[in-house]
């Protein structure tokens, strides 16, 4: 069974289009998380939810806006697309248990994004 | 700030050498350290993780000491295998709730028979 899944896992499109990735985890986890990794394979954190709630939102253009219906899927739409806007897509999802634990993220195989 | 900073690749290996991929961080108080791989098409996974001060992280034949005194977390690999290619993300986290984790540029391995 996959953790966590990501729909697309493919996607070029045009400039100045709106596209959206989707994303599911079924570990029961609380936290979710957004990040971009550039061709140069550098990771970035974009956003985080923990049960549906935006707890980190990092500088990232309002293009970008994170979705959370329910705590099990965190959904990123991008408005008018650009070219640096090109990356894989990654999300990932971990169990916080508050102050005095930190656990592991588990990720998602990454969206590629392509945009023309 | 809290920051990671990992040994530029490519590195570039023949089986059954010796690994190591220097990690080294800055950060308050005691955080969590972590090396993440992530294999060609996938996403990162857990490779190993170290919670205190002289914990020792071991996975796979990997194996990572979390040393307070020289703020380090060096990757070791007795003898690599051409399965091994990859990128290797060190990362820390605080021990407070919901801070981020903060990940090193990434290593690239590759490993040649």
């Known amino acids: 069974d996959t953790a966590v899944s990501q729909t697309p896992k493919y996607l070029v499109t045009q400039m100045g289009n709106d596209k959206s990735i989707k994303c599911e985890q079924n570990?029961?986890?609380?936290?979710m998380y957004w990040y971009k990794q550039d061709s140069k394979k550098f990771l970035k954190i974009m956003f985080s939810?923990?049960?549906?709630?935006?707890?980190i939102n990092e500088t990232v253009p309002n293009r970008f806006s994170p979705k959370s219906p329910d705590k099990a899927h965190l959904n990123l739409h991008i408005n008018s697309l650009e070219l640096g806007d090109s990356a894989v897509y990654f999300c990932?999802?971990?169990?916080?248990?508050?102050?005095?634990?930190?656990?592991?993220?588990?990720f998602g195989p990454g969206t590629r994004l392509t945009v023309l | 700030g809290n920051s990671v900073t990992q040994m530029e690749g490519p590195v570039t290996l023949s089986e059954e050498a010796f690994l190591t991929i220097n990690c080294t961080y800055t950060?308050?108080?005691?955080?969590?350290l972590f090396w993440y791989v992530q294999y060609p098409g996938e996403g990162l996974q857990l490779l190993l993780k170290?919670?205190?001060?002289?914990d020792k992280g071991s996975n796979k034949g990997f194996e990572a000491t979390y040393r307070k005194e020289t703020t380090s977390f060096h990757l070791e690999k007795g003898s690599v295998q051409v399965s091994d290619s990859a990128v290797y993300f060190c990362?820390?986290?605080?021990?407070?709730?919901?801070?981020?984790?903060?990940f090193g540029p990434g290593t690239s391995l590759s490993v040649i028979p």
């Open positions: 570990l029961g986890h609380d936290t």
């Open positions: 170290a919670t205190k001060a002289d």
């Open positions: 939810y923990n049960n549906k709630e935006l707890i």
């Open positions: 990362a820390l986290r605080q021990k407070t709730s919901y801070d981020k984790v903060i």
């Open positions: 990932a999802s971990s169990q916080d248990r508050g102050r005095g634990f930190t656990d592991t993220q588990y």
């Open positions: 950060a308050t108080g005691y955080p969590s």
